[in-house]
């Protein structure tokens, strides 16, 4: 039966809890309203449950009473716990904090030391305990999918301190909190430069103390992970030196200036000493950087909300990857049918911006996409101003493109920055070329989609306007929504006609989607199938059809970033629900009502997302 139900019963809601459904039938008519829980319980047809409405009506009055009263203690409860357990979560992690626009910690730098990681844990476990006595039947729908949420966080949370421990095999770890929360405050102007500056001095003082922690954690590190982390402290070193200084070059106080100079000297004494220590680490031959098989089910299980064992997402991968393999040779026949498909590709990824103009080539499309997106109604772009295009740090060069989008918690009004990775002056000329040919036009145009319009950027407006705080802030994301979405639009927007039909840019949309598919297969061969990076490098090379430079860059990214399948797994999951959605909406469904009651929904794992587009659905989350 179609779901027409809601408009005979109001706010009809049908939610699937360890094998329960919740049925909540509020101002009937409006005569009353009522709550009771059915074990079991797929669908009622509307009539029946009307029937039940009025039997129960005069004879459960107590019962409903005794109900409303465990709801409401149930409904007290647990916004005080989530505020707590966030609260407690930011004061532990002040980047994410900053990512979601709360600035109460920006001073103080994350503390890996053995008592500071020994407290996260029983903090988390008392979390834990606390959530388990609240009666999550008991409390409203939405709740009812953020108590599921905040559990699985917790889990995720002590998964990765009691069984992963990457705070002792990465020193890429203690990297982050010094780059990421020093480029948070020169990037987001949330308050005046001189104030910021003393929150940049604070956190620079703090750079010793984290990385004596990183001496005393790291044990044995995997060869992939030593030179992973050099690079990247040689580019935060570089960038609190150099970058850092410029940024904060306006504020006249002297005696500011001379406290800054104080502590980015005590910073940089701090990094270089490590990356010393780095230099002179012997990398344990018998290490492995692979998290094995159960530790990545549990990881996408708690960390996603995916449960879907390894050797079937390998299937789906598979297929995957042969089908769009397959599209990107007939696409290639449409270019130039007597010519080999890679040879096709490969004149269409000479077709290049220049080394030093990524940044302006990217800032050119933005506006083509806007005008794009309004005329064919694929989705209302909330009003905020256009994000500001910037080349990406040098400590950041893993990641060829990203989107910086000021938190929903944020005060005022703030720029977002496109950052785009531009060749490194130290390459040498073919592993330039090859870069830039894997950021041809075409490729840049898909890249412009997924970080801005209507991707990243766009899904970081609509944050703006969700009410849970459980699924607006940055430290519960799932990236498989967050990338899911922005991956899927790339293929969205080329459907809908974006590029008029050119197969040059549906080459390109294909060539990411295949990059994306590697990263499929490679994140799980590594951790789970003992696939090793030079391994690695080759499957992107042959199936990605990527040039050595950018296939070992991603092998690499897979050792760190294990579960990098979010990207493809959550466009699936995606372009399942739209198709489901159509179908249950029929001739009501339209692309643009999709697409905002998704991103209205919050950053939330994508069975929730079906959860609320679908009450009572239990369709699987990929096939």
Same mark, same amino acid.
């Given at each position: 039966?179609?779901?027409?139900?809601?408009?005979?019963?109001?706010?009809?809601?049908?939610?699937?809890?360890?094998?329960?459904?919740?049925?909540?039938?509020?101002?009937?008519?409006?005569?009353?309203?009522?709550?009771?829980?059915?074990?079991?319980?797929?669908?009622?047809?509307?009539?029946?449950?009307?029937?039940?409405?009025?039997?129960?009506?005069?004879?459960?009055?107590?019962?409903?009473?005794?109900?409303?009263?465990?709801?409401?203690?149930?409904?007290?409860?647990?916004?005080?716990?989530?505020?707590?357990?966030?609260?407690?979560?930011?004061?532990?992690?002040?980047?994410?904090?900053?990512?979601?626009?709360?600035?109460?910690?920006?001073?103080?730098?994350?503390?890996?030391?053995?008592?500071?990681?020994?407290?996260?844990?029983?903090?988390?476990?008392?979390?834990?305990?606390?959530?388990?006595?609240?009666?999550?039947?008991?409390?409203?729908?939405?709740?009812?999918?953020?108590?599921?949420?905040?559990?699985?966080?917790?889990?995720?949370?002590?998964?990765?301190?009691?069984?992963?421990?990457?705070?002792?095999?990465?020193?890429?770890?203690?990297?982050?909190?010094?780059?990421?929360?020093?480029?948070?405050?020169?990037?987001?102007?949330?308050?005046?430069?001189?104030?910021?500056?003393?929150?940049?001095?604070?956190?620079?003082?703090?750079?010793?103390?984290?990385?004596?922690?990183?001496?005393?954690?790291?044990?044995?590190?995997?060869?992939?992970?030593?030179?992973?982390?050099?690079?990247?402290?040689?580019?935060?070193?570089?960038?609190?030196?150099?970058?850092?200084?410029?940024?904060?070059?306006?504020?006249?106080?002297?005696?500011?200036?001379?406290?800054?100079?104080?502590?980015?000297?005590?910073?940089?004494?701090?990094?270089?000493?490590?990356?010393?220590?780095?230099?002179?680490?012997? $990398?344990?031959?018998?290490?492995?950087?692979?998290?094995?098989?159960?530790?990545?089910?549990?990881?996408?299980?708690?960390?996603?909300?995916?449960?879907?064992?390894?050797?079937?997402?390998?299937?789906?991968?598979?297929?995957?990857?042969?089908?769009?393999?397959?599209?990107?040779?007939?696409?290639?026949?449409?270019?130039?049918?007597?010519?080999?498909?890679?040879?096709?590709?490969?004149?269409?990824?000479?077709?290049?911006?220049?080394?030093?103009?990524?940044?302006?080539?990217?800032?050119?499309?933005?506006?083509?996409?806007?005008?794009?997106?309004?005329?064919?109604?694929?989705?209302?772009? $909330?009003?905020?101003?256009?994000?500001?295009?910037?080349?990406?740090?040098?400590?950041?060069?893993?990641?060829?493109?990203?989107?910086?989008?000021?938190?929903?918690?944020?005060?005022?009004?703030?720029?977002?920055?496109?950052?785009?990775?531009?060749?490194?002056?130290?390459?040498?000329?073919?592993?330039?070329?090859?870069?830039?040919?894997?950021?041809?036009?075409?490729?840049?145009?898909?890249?412009?989609?997924?970080?801005?319009?209507?991707?990243?950027?766009?899904?970081?407006?609509?944050?703006?306007?969700?009410?849970?705080?459980?699924?607006?802030?940055?430290?519960?994301?799932?990236?498989?929504?967050?990338?899911?979405?922005?991956?899927?639009?790339?293929?969205?927007?080329?459907?809908?006609?974006?590029?008029?039909?050119?197969?040059?840019?549906?080459?390109?949309?294909?060539?990411?989607?295949?990059?994306?598919?590697?990263?499929?297969?490679?994140?799980?061969?590594?951790?789970?199938?003992?696939?090793?990076?030079?391994?690695?490098?080759?499957?992107?090379?042959?199936?990605?059809?990527?040039?050595?430079?950018?296939?070992?860059?991603?092998?690499?990214?897979?050792?760190?970033?294990?579960?990098?399948?979010?990207?493809?797994?959550?466009?699936?999951?995606?372009?399942?629900?739209?198709?489901?959605?159509?179908?249950?909406?029929?001739?009501?469904?339209?692309?643009?009502?999709?697409?905002?009651?998704?991103?209205?929904?919050?950053?939330?794992?994508?069975?929730?997302?079906?959860?609320?587009?679908?009450?009572?659905?239990?369709?699987?989350?990929?096939?």
């Amino acid at each position: 039966m179609k779901r027409s139900s809601e408009s005979i019963i109001a706010n009809c809601k049908l939610q699937i809890l360890n094998c329960k459904f919740r049925i909540c039938a509020t101002a009937i008519a409006p005569i009353f309203s009522f709550q009771f829980t059915i074990c079991n319980l797929q669908w009622f047809p509307p009539l029946v449950l009307l029937g039940l409405l009025f039997a129960f009506s005069s004879s459960a009055a107590p019962l409903i009473q005794k109900t409303e009263s465990k709801n409401e203690m149930a409904a007290a409860k647990f916004p005080n716990l989530v505020n707590e357990y966030l609260q407690d979560l930011h004061s532990r992690h002040p980047a994410l904090a900053a990512a979601s626009g709360i600035h109460t910690w920006d001073g103080q730098l994350e503390d890996y030391s053995t008592p500071a990681i020994g407290s996260e844990i029983a903090a988390i476990k008392i979390f834990q305990s606390r959530l388990q006595k609240v009666p999550p039947l008991e409390l409203a729908l939405s709740d009812t999918y953020d108590y599921q949420i905040l559990a699985n966080n917790m889990s995720a949370r002590l998964l990765e301190l009691e069984q992963i421990k990457s705070y002792e095999r990465n020193p890429q770890v203690y990297n982050d909190p010094i780059s990421t929360g020093l480029l948070q405050l020169a990037m987001f102007e949330y308050a005046p430069a001189d104030a910021r500056l003393g929150l940049v001095i604070a956190k620079e003082k703090l750079a010793g103390r984290l990385l004596d922690s990183a001496r005393a954690n790291i044990h044995k590190p995997p060869a992939v992970f030593l030179k992973i982390a050099i690079e990247s402290f040689k580019g935060t070193l570089s960038f609190v030196q150099t970058d850092l200084p410029k940024a904060f070059a306006s504020v006249k106080d002297a005696k500011l200036q001379s406290e800054f100079k104080k502590s980015t000297k005590s910073a940089t004494d701090a990094i270089a000493g490590y990356i010393k220590h780095l230099e002179k680490t012997r $990398p344990d031959p018998e290490a492995t950087f692979a998290i094995g098989k159960q530790n990545y089910e549990a990881k996408l299980k708690y960390e996603e909300g995916i449960e879907i064992p390894v050797e079937t997402l390998l299937k789906i991968a598979d297929r995957e990857l042969a089908r769009t393999q397959d599209d990107f040779r007939k696409t290639a026949a449409r270019i130039d049918p007597k010519r080999d498909p890679l040879a096709v590709w490969a004149d269409v990824q000479r077709d290049h911006p220049k080394a030093g103009a990524l940044v302006q080539e990217a800032q050119k499309q933005l506006d083509a996409l806007v005008r794009f997106i309004e005329e064919k109604k694929i989705v209302t772009l $909330p009003p905020a101003a256009a994000p500001v295009v910037a080349p990406t740090p040098d400590f950041m060069r893993w990641s060829t493109a990203s989107m910086w989008t000021p938190g929903p918690f944020e005060r005022i009004a703030l720029p977002a920055r496109y950052l785009i990775t531009d060749v490194d002056p130290k390459w040498t000329d073919k592993q330039k070329e090859e870069y830039l040919g894997s950021i041809n036009y075409p490729q840049l145009w898909t890249t412009s989609i997924h970080e801005v319009y209507p991707g990243h950027f766009v899904q970081g407006t609509f944050l703006r306007q969700v009410t849970s705080p459980v699924r607006r802030v940055a430290a519960l994301a799932p990236a498989s929504f967050v990338e899911g979405w922005a991956h899927y639009t790339e293929q969205m927007m080329i459907d809908e006609g974006f590029g008029g039909g050119d197969p040059k840019i549906r080459m390109g949309q294909l060539a990411d989607a295949l990059l994306r598919l590697c990263r499929f297969e490679v994140g799980i061969r590594e951790h789970t199938r003992g696939m090793t990076v030079d391994q690695g490098t080759r499957f992107f090379m042959d199936n990605g059809y990527m040039g050595e430079t950018p296939s070992r860059i991603e092998a690499e990214r897979g050792t760190f970033d294990p579960t990098y399948l979010v990207y493809t797994v959550g466009k699936l999951a995606i372009l399942k629900l739209r198709d489901d959605y159509k179908r249950d909406r029929r001739e009501q469904f339209t692309l643009q009502e999709f697409h905002d009651r998704l991103l209205s929904n919050g950053n939330a794992p994508l069975w929730v997302h079906r959860q609320m587009l679908l009450p009572g659905d239990k369709g699987k989350l990929i096939e």
